[in-house]
């Protein structure tokens, strides 16, 4: 089986190797196609991979390329990893908003408009691409914003396109360990859009002897303060919090509960999350140009400190304190992805929570809105579960971010600056038309992959 990696040189595509490399079973990926614009990156990358598999007689063959074309021919599965303006983009993309006094996170707010702006099309082009050169692939995409890139590429390749995610698998992991459960043997009543989620039922089963099949155990846990606050979403978001709202909250919606403290967390931090990363992977990359380095070390050591500070402004701002070791390990979304082509290429039913379009499982959208939910995943794709129907706020802000996110397909559809002022707008967390303007204005003026837009 053949897998092509779009953005090939990011920084996360190790992980992605060593769960191929754990992967012994018949049927597994033999061929990995590695494509970037950048070639410094991809040879650095490829250092990377090749440590992993030093002494490993079956570890899948690696190649590197810059054509695009080259790399999809072939392919099984493609897996679409890019960010369209670099990590300076994103820090760009900070800067702009927080000197508005708005929230320029990646895929949240201002931010996670702009960035949407200027990958949409191109994420639209590599989904046309692939419907020509390599139609019966599969495409697994984790480019952000996550929910809104799938949509775009879906209506190229309809349901071919499935979008991951790790928040909301580490999220359930953690709460099922919390109380007690097997992560891997409880059932998630997980609902919402890309980072904007909530879990709202966690179900096991009965032990031997006890009556009925399964029960949720998510209301035993509003009960229990030390149960409540001892995991990274509750230290977040606070125990009176989720016991008045009855969900435990994807990470994320930290930027809208708690959105003015946010803010000034991160205008007054000496680094924005996108600049740290930015200087930091710089740093990464410079050093690989050597080859004396030693490849894995250097990406390790790299890869521990950018956990550890993850959402370091929210945790400062919830008095959360540094993150537990529990809490460093995330959903995995190197896992999710190979779960996922082995249900699909093996037939190794199971199910996941993915990015796929709604197709009546959320009555609040239309059938082809890309949400966020568990699917079962079989050699013909994945399949929406039942979940409880969203209602009060968070239908709300599910319908208002979904609104959002139509104006930006249709921005880069279109070259509509209209449209794009719409998205910025229509937003929960930009509070101002004007603003709005403003947010358009200066994002054209750092990204010049913008210029598409215009009055009209």
């Not at 908003?97 to 408009?113: D, F, H, K, P």
């Not at 919390?178 to 891997?184: F, I, Q, R, S």
């Not at 007054?268 to 996108?274: K, L, N, P, S, V």
């Not at 239908?395 to 971010?401: K, Q, R, S």
Request: charged share 25%; net charge negative; with cysteine.
């Amino acid at each position: 089986m053949r897998l092509t990696v779009i953005g090939g040189g990011g920084f996360r595509v190790p992980l992605v190797y060593g769960a191929l490399l754990r992967d012994h079973a018949a049927g597994r990926v033999t061929h990995v196609t590695l494509h970037d614009v950048d070639p410094a990156r991809l040879t650095a990358v490829a250092r990377v991979l090749a440590d992993q598999a030093a002494g490993m007689p079956d570890a899948p063959e690696v190649r590197t390329t810059t054509d695009l074309d080259d790399a999809l021919r072939g392919a099984d599965f493609v897996f679409s990893a890019i960010r369209v303006g670099g990590l300076a983009g994103r820090a760009a993309d900070e800067r702009v908003a927080l000197a508005e006094g708005v929230l320029g996170q990646e895929t949240v707010g201002a931010g996670g408009i702009a960035y949407g702006l200027r990958t949409v099309p191109v994420a639209v082009d590599i989904a046309e691409r692939v419907a020509r050169i390599a139609p019966d692939a599969w495409v697994i995409n984790f480019t952000n914003p996550a929910g809104l890139v799938t949509e775009a590429m879906a209506a190229q390749l309809g349901s071919r396109v499935i979008g991951i995610c790790d928040s909301p698998v580490g999220l359930g992991r953690r709460v099922a360990r919390t109380l007690g459960t097997d992560p891997d043997r409880a059932r998630f009543d997980y609902v919402g859009l890309n980072h904007l989620g909530w879990l709202r039922g966690l179900y096991a089963g009965v032990a031997d002897g006890e009556d009925g099949a399964e029960r949720n155990l998510l209301p035993a846990l509003f009960e229990d303060e030390a149960l409540l606050t001892s995991f990274e979403e509750g230290k977040l978001f606070g125990a009176e919090w989720l016991r008045t709202i009855r969900s435990v909250p994807n990470e994320y919606l930290h930027y809208y509960y708690f959105n003015r403290e946010t803010v000034a967390s991160y205008r007054q931090a000496e680094q924005t999350r996108g600049a740290f990363l930015h200087d930091q992977q710089a740093r990464f990359y410079d050093r690989m140009a050597h080859s004396a380095t030693p490849a894995w070390q250097a990406w390790d050591s790299t890869r521990a400190e950018r956990e550890a500070t993850y959402m370091a402004e929210n945790r400062e701002t919830a008095g959360a304190g540094e993150r537990a070791a529990d809490d460093l390990e995330s959903g995995g979304y190197e896992k999710v992805a190979l779960a996922l082509m082995r249900a699909i290429a093996r037939g190794e039913e199971t199910t996941l929570i993915l990015n796929v379009p709604n197709r009546g499982t959320l009555g609040v959208l239309d059938a082809t809105a890309v949400i966020e939910v568990p699917c079962r995943v079989d050699a013909n794709g994945p399949r929406p579960l039942p979940v409880t129907q969203l209602a009060g706020h968070e239908a709300g802000l599910v319908t208002a971010v979904k609104a959002v996110e139509r104006c930006v397909l249709e921005a880069a559809e279109s070259g509509s600056a209209r449209a794009a002022v719409q998205a910025f707008a229509l937003h929960p967390l930009v509070d101002s038309v004007n603003v709005a303007r403003r947010l358009l204005d200066g994002y054209r003026g750092v990204h010049p992959g913008l210029d598409y837009l215009r009055m009209r």
